[in-house]
């Protein structure tokens, strides 16, 4: 069964360093997300893409996030100047339709450490 | 936006006992309700979902309703097995936001052999 794959599994920084997380969506899927979970909370949506474009993007990211995807199957993450608050697993997620209701699925996660 | 509110916190259970996890939210305009169930540093696992069409879904041990008119949707796990410890987050996709999952806070069941 395919899987959306991300690297590295565990990302240590210094604070104002750039870091840069990756994701291998499903081959189908059109649509791609982030999501940060800060350890013992919940999930929080940072940004959705589809088209080349970010199509929602929650207060949380801010002009310190942006996203890419460079070619044909990778999906970044980029964190500009991280910040101490920035440590939590990253989990990349992907569906195959736009239509209201499509299963996520998620990737195994990054977790950052920002020291 | 959307909020979603989860409840209980914590779940401690016997094995073999049934146990139901609720949530509401606050977007009449949501219509897909997933569940999620997430072991100790893993991904999230999608375990059962419903859309707005659907008052109830039922895959083996597990089920969930959806009351959209009072805005809260359960999850119910029946004969509860050891391996069903884990942390259970409920989300809520609301209209417009091209799927976007807002999630509630999790519940972490313990089930006890």
């Known amino acids: 069964e395919p899987e959306v794959t991300q690297t590295p599994s565990h990302q240590v920084t210094q604070m104002g360093q750039e870091v840069i997380l990756r994701c291998v969506p499903i081959?189908?899927?059109?649509?791609f997300y982030w999501y940060r979970q800060i350890l013992g909370q919940k999930v929080e949506f940072l940004v959705s893409?589809?088209?080349?474009?970010?199509?929602?993007k929650s207060e949380i990211f801010d002009d310190q996030f942006s996203v890419e995807r460079p070619d044909g199957s990778n999906f970044t993450l980029k964190i500009r100047s991280t910040k101490l608050e920035d440590s939590a697993m990253y989990f990349c997620?992907?569906?195959?339709?736009?239509?209201?209701?499509?299963?996520?699925?998620f990737g195994p996660g990054t977790r950052l450490t920002v020291t | 936006g959307e909020n979603v509110e989860q409840h209980p916190s914590t779940l401690s259970v016997q094995e073999g006992d049934s146990a139901v996890i609720k949530c509401t939210y606050s977007?009449?305009?949501?219509?897909?309700f997933p569940w999620y169930k997430q072991e100790l540093g893993k991904r999230p696992q999608l375990i059962i979902d419903?859309?707005?069409?659907?008052g109830e879904k039922k895959d083996q041990r597990i089920a969930v309703t959806l009351n959209k008119t009072a805005k809260h949707f359960s999850l119910h796990i029946t004969e509860t097995q050891p391996e069903d410890s884990a942390v259970y987050f409920c989300a809520a996709s609301p209209s417009g936001g091209y799927n976007k999952l807002i999630f509630g806070a999790g519940t972490r069941l313990a089930v006890h052999p």
């Open positions: 893409f589809y088209n080349n474009e970010i199509s929602e």
């Open positions: 419903i859309r707005s069409n659907v």
């Open positions: 997620a992907s569906s195959d339709a736009g239509l209201e209701g499509n299963e996520q699925y």
């Open positions: 081959s189908n899927h059109l649509y």
């Open positions: 977007d009449s305009a949501s219509n897909y």
